[in-house]
């Protein structure tokens, strides 16, 4: 940011964690800008939102962005419409109460308010005084002096689930300028986080090409081989169409080894223990997350009775509860250890290459038989006879190796190019912070900045607006 000046006399704010302010600010509580606090009623809702003419209860999720987005709400039950109350207002922040402790907090400011959208219990809706920029106030609420406050104030609640009382809200420290100067730092705010957003969107569109790039190369791959020229079959199946003539289709349990069947592991688990033997639930099932310090342990009495689902390298272990789909090779550190009743394990027999089977259990092929299958409507389920019965492309076991040689090289490089995505799109959420603190605590003097010539001129003149 050294293209911004800092100005020209600071004093100190009294504050050890603000440190200096510009001379003519002043440090206040945040009571002494709210005019005052709502919050809604809890009723009953369908999840799904409401349409014109209908109520709707917004949820929390409304401000999970950072960004207020009233789409977010559930259709009011009849039984409940005289109940609700708080109806949502233009020009007010929204406030999360209650949250995960990264979430408690989180705010949106409201630019849009259709009739007959209302506040649970667990929204705020602040109103300010004139004097003070609900914008500017909606931007402190994004810094890190912000959240560092937010996270003391709920340090004595619950690590799962945190509420941040009133008082303790109405107390929080923010550094304030004159009137003019929190409308020109918001309008500041307003063009750098868009530039910064917009480039992290094309950062985003870039992920989700190269991880449809990914998907591409390992369905083609294990569906039709790397010779464009052999001989090709109909597999007999609409949804795979033809296969190398060479190649068989056969259901995945006939791929196991013998006594080792597909199969899931512990129904209960019980609750974390320090000495145990390691479990590996769905939400472990990820890249980077199959490491022994990472995983539950659950007690060995626990674990006894479900001895045959234990596990050993090379195996894969494939998600069948919630998130489904996602599979993973099991490490050698992870010999012995189990898995949850969210988990199947996959146990190749010796002739087949297992990072073959892993890419082809991620392929779209494989996957799609079992996702019309899934199960259950508030957590979607994979059947184990709908897993051991989905039907796989089998080549030779020379081409299995080749394959996934060839998908090893070839997805590595992919995935390395997701993860400079990812890392440059912390760099631009770094940058975005860094600049909305510098901004709302006067590290950076803005009363001189006018919008770019070239931008400017794009904007609507006030009489064509």
């Known amino acids: 940011m050294s293209q911004f000046k800092p100005y020209p006399a600071y004093k100190d704010s009294g504050v050890e964690w603000l440190g200096e302010v510009p001379e003519h600010w002043d440090v206040q509580p945040l009571k002494r800008a709210i005019a005052r606090i709502e919050s809604g009623t809890s009723v009953n809702a369908a999840d799904f939102p409401a349409e014109p003419g209908s109520l709707g209860v917004l949820k929390t999720s409304c401000v999970y962005t950072g960004k207020f987005d009233w789409t977010e709400n559930k259709t009011v039950d009849d039984e409940d419409l005289s109940r609700v109350s708080c109806p949502l207002q233009k020009n007010t922040l929204i406030v999360s109460r209650m949250n995960t402790p990264d979430l408690v907090g989180a705010t949106g400011l409201v630019t849009e308010a259709p009739d007959g959208i209302f506040l649970p219990d667990r929204l705020w809706q602040i109103y300010f005084e004139k004097n003070q920029s609900s914008e500017f106030l909606a931007y402190f609420t994004k810094s890190r002096e912000y959240r560092d406050q937010v996270k003391i104030a709920c340090s004595g609640t619950s690590s799962s689930m945190q509420n941040l009382g009133q008082d303790d809200f109405r107390c929080l420290l923010f550094a304030k300028p ?57 597999s007999g199946l609409k949804w795979l169409g033809e296969v190398p003539a060479h190649w068989v289709v056969r259901p995945l349990m006939s791929l196991t080894a013998p006594g080792r069947a597909i199969m899931y592991g512990i129904v209960l688990p019980g609750e974390n223990v320090e000495v145990g033997i390691p479990i590996v639930k769905g939400g472990d099932v990820k890249p980077g997350r199959l490491e022994l310090d990472r995983l539950c342990r659950t007690t060995k009495e626990i674990e006894a009775p479900f001895a045959r689902a234990r596990l050993r390298p090379k195996d894969i272990v494939y998600s069948i509860r919630g998130t489904i789909g996602d599979a993973e090779l099991v490490p050698d550190e992870l010999h012995n250890s189990n898995i949850t009743q969210d988990v199947a394990r996959i146990s190749p027999q010796d002739r087949i290459d297992s990072s073959w089977l892993l890419y082809a259990m991620r392929s779209n092929p494989v996957f799609s038989q079992l996702e019309q299958r899934s199960l259950g409507a508030a957590v979607r389920g994979i059947n184990i006879c709908d897993l051991k019965r989905a039907k796989v492309p089998v080549p030779p076991e020379n081409e299995q190796t080749e394959i996934a040689k060839f998908l090893e090289l070839n997805v590595s490089s992919l995935n390395e190019l997701m993860a400079e995505a990812t890392s440059g799109i912390e760099l631009l959420k770094e940058r975005r912070s860094t600049l909305i603190s510098a901004a709302v605590t006067g590290k950076i003097d803005l009363r001189g900045w006018q919008l770019p010539v070239t931008e400017s001129l794009q904007q609507p003149s006030a009489v064509e607006a």
Not at 191 to 202: K, P
Not at 211 to 225: D, F, L, M, N, P
Request: proline residues 5%; glycine residues 4%; hydrophobic residues 40%.
């Open 178 to 234: 004159p009137k003019f100067e929190q409308t020109q730092i918001a309008r500041f705010l307003d063009h750098e986080t868009a530039r910064i957003d917009a480039l992290i969107g094309e950062q985003q569109r870039l992920i989700e090409l190269l991880k449809e790039k990914r998907q591409a190369v390992i369905s083609h791959a294990v569906t039709k081989g790397l010779d464009p020229s052999v001989p090709m079959k109909d």
